[in-house]
C-alpha cells in the first residue's frame, strides 16, 4: 500500500463510504491499522475475478463493483461472520472515469448496507482483475465450518438455485440478448446471506456459500464431514424462469452444476429443526430442505418418482451439448 | 476462498511453510479463523504485481515468490508491524509445475525468515498477476506513520539506493545480458528491512518504505507532515556497482527515483540521536543520514560543492533519455 497508480481510485481509497470506530487508521500509509474487539476471531478470505473468465467483459459495472464485494461477503456468511474491514487490488488497463465511478459506487451501495469499511489497497496498470480481501469477527467456537455435518443432518440451502448459471449460458451465447432481469440480477448482483449466515451459527453442523454449483460445494462438505448425501431433485428451489430454461433445454442438472449462486448451502441436526422452525420468520429469506446427510459416502439424487439419477453423468452430458 | 483452480498449488495452501499457534483454521474453509494477542492491533497492507508491469516475465520464479512477499512486508516494517498472516492469489494463464514450485519455494523461504503463515488465498487462470494481502502486529500508538516528521528532525535511509534501479534498466535494454549480481540481487530479492523496523518504532518520528524512488516517498511524509526537506546528495549510500552505472550514465538522480529500493526512510528528531547511536549495532544493516527535515515546503537537493540541484528537472531529463 505505497500509492496507487490511479488518483481517481486514491480518493476513492481516501473517502469510503463506510467509516468505522474500529479503524485506527485507514488508507493513506503503509498500513491501516485495526482493533479487533476482545474476545473475538477474525475470519478473513480472498477472491480474484478477472476479466473474460469470472464475468463477461461487457458487465455493467456498478453491479461489477457490487459483485467483487459480495463473493467475498459470501465466504464471511458461510462462516457466520459479522463484516468488518476489506482491501482491494484493482488492475486496469487504462483509465475510464465513468466507468470506474459506477464500479465504486456498486462496490460502496453493498458495503454501506453491510458495514465494511474498505480501508487500504492497491491500483495497478494490467489485464482487468479485482482481488479484494475481506474480514470479519466471529466469537470463537461459533464458526460453522465445513466439517461439522453427521449422518442424519438434513440439508439445506437459502434462496433458489440456478438462476445465475442460465444467465450465463444465455449472455455467453449472445452477450446483447435480452434475457429475463431475474436471472441476470442473480449472475450480475448476488445477495450475500451475511445476516442469514450469522443467525444460523447457532443451529447448523457445517456451512458453505455455493460459489462453484451445489454438487461441488456439498462434497466439500462430504470430504471435510467424511460422510455422504441423499439430494432430492424436486425440493430444489427454483426461481419460475429457471424452470423454464431447464424446461426448454432439458437442462435438469442445472441447479446442481450451474455455479455464482451465493446461497448458503447448511446441515441441520434433527435435534435442531424446531429452532430453525423458529428461526424462519427472522431469516428474511426462503429456506429449503433439499435432503439428507448418509453415512454411505457419495452423493446420490433421486427424482420425483424415487428414481436414482447421476449428478455426474449428468454434468458430462450437459458439458457435451455446450 | 471457495476452491482455487491449480490443485498444485492449493496443496501449497494447504501445508504452508510455517504455522502459526494464533492460527485457529488456516486453508481449507470459507474462511481462515485467527487470533489476534490482546493489546496489539492489527496492521494490513496489500500489493499486486503485474507480469510486465512490476517485473520482467522471465525472472527467475524463486525470486519473484520471495518478490511478492517482500514488497508487503516492506509496507509492514515500515509501520514496525511484527508480521503474522497473509493471503495470496496467485492468476497463471496456465500450469507450470517446475515454475510454480520454485515460486513456492522462494515464498516459503522469506515467510520462513519472518515467521508469517500463508493462511489461504485463490489461485485464477488469467494474465499472470499476484496479490498478496499481509497482516501484523503493532502496539496501540506505537506505529510508525508518515505524519509525524518535523523540521530539525534527521532524515535517515537503511542500506543503499538505486541498486534496483540500475538492474532493472540493464536487463530493460537486454534481458539476457550478464548484470552485476549486487545489482540483480537487490531488484529481483529485496530484504525487507522488518527488525529494523520493529527497533526504530521507539526512535523514529516519522517512517515509509522507499518502493518508488526515495524523493517520491519522501514527499509522501512532507506531505503527510506539513513540511518540507533537504537532501545531501553526496551522502547517499550506494553500492559501488551502482555508482559505477551513474558514472558511466552521468545519472546522478538515480537514487532519488529509481524505485524498488525497499529500504526505510525514517526521521529522527535531535534528543533520539544517541539513542539511534546506541542502536547502530544492533540494527544488521547500514544506516545513513541523507539530510534534514525543514519547515520550508518542498523538497531541495544539494550536491557535495554546496549547489542546489533540482531533482524535479532531473527526473524529467531522465525520462526523456530514457
Keep these: 500500500m505505497t500509492g496507487g497508480e490511479f488518483s481517481l481510485i486514491d480518493n476513492f481509497f481516501a473517502s469510503p463510504a463506510v467509516t ?30 478477472v476479466a473474460g473468465r469470472h464475468y463477461l467483459p461487457q458487465t455493467d459495472p456498478w453491479r461489477l463493483g457490487w459483485k467483487v464485494l459480495a463473493v467475498n461477503l459470501s465466504d464471511l456468511a458461510a462462516m457466520g461472520a459479522e463484516p468488518a474491514w476489506a482491501t482491494l487490488s ?29 480501508v487500504g489497497g492497491d491500483t495497478t496498470k494490467g489485464p482487468q482483475a479485482f482481488t479484494l480481501q475481506a474480514q470479519g469477527f466471529v466469537e470463537p467456537g461459533r464458526a460453522m465450518l465445513r466439517s461439522g455435518a453427521r449422518p442424519g443432518d438434513a440439508i439445506y440451502v437459502t434462496g433458489t438455485l440456478g438462476a445465475a448459471g442460465a444467465a450465463l449460458q444465455l449472455l455467453c451465447a449472445d452477450p446483447q440478448q435480452a434475457i429475463p432481469e431475474a436471472l441476470r440480477e442473480r449472475l450480475e448482483q448476488p445477495r450475500p446471506r451475511v445476516e442469514q449466515g450469522r443467525k444460523l451459527t447457532a443451529l447448523a453442523s457445517a456451512c458453505i456459500d455455493i460459489s462453484d454449483g451445489l454438487s461441488g460445494d456439498l462434497q466439500h462438505i462430504l470430504d471435510a464431514s467424511g460422510c455422504g448425501a441423499t439430494i432430492e431433485l424436486g425440493r430444489l428451489p427454483l426461481l419460475p424462469e429457471t424452470r423454464a430454461f431447464m424446461q426448454q433445454r432439458g437442462q435438469w442438472q442445472l441447479p446442481l452444476t450451474g455455479g455464482d449462486d451465493y446461497e448458503l448451502l447448511f446441515t441441520l441436526p434433527p435435534q435442531k429443526q424446531p429452532a430453525l422452525d423458529a428461526l424462519l420468520p427472522e431469516l428474511g429469506c426462503e429456506v429449503t430442505r433439499i435432503g439428507t446427510i448418509d453415512s454411505e459416502p457419495g452423493l446420490r439424487c433421486i427424482d420425483e418418482r ?7 453423468q449428468a454434468f458430462d452430458h450437459f458439458a457435451s451439448d455446450d
Design 306 to 312: 424415487g428414481a436414482r439419477r447421476d449428478p455426474g
Design 90 to 118: 484493482v488492475t486496469l488497463p487504462a483509465i475510464d472515469e465513468a466507468w470506474l465511478a459506477a464500479f465504486m459506487q456498486g462496490f460502496s451501495a453493498l458495503a454501506a448496507r453491510h458495514d465494511i469499511q474498505l
Design 20 to 49: 468505522r470506530a474500529d479503524v485506527s487508521l485507514g488508507s493513506g500509509d503503509d498500513c491501516a491499522l485495526l482493533e479487533v474487539p476482545p474476545g473475538r476471531q477474525l475470519a478473513v478470505t480472498m477472491d480474484t475475478l
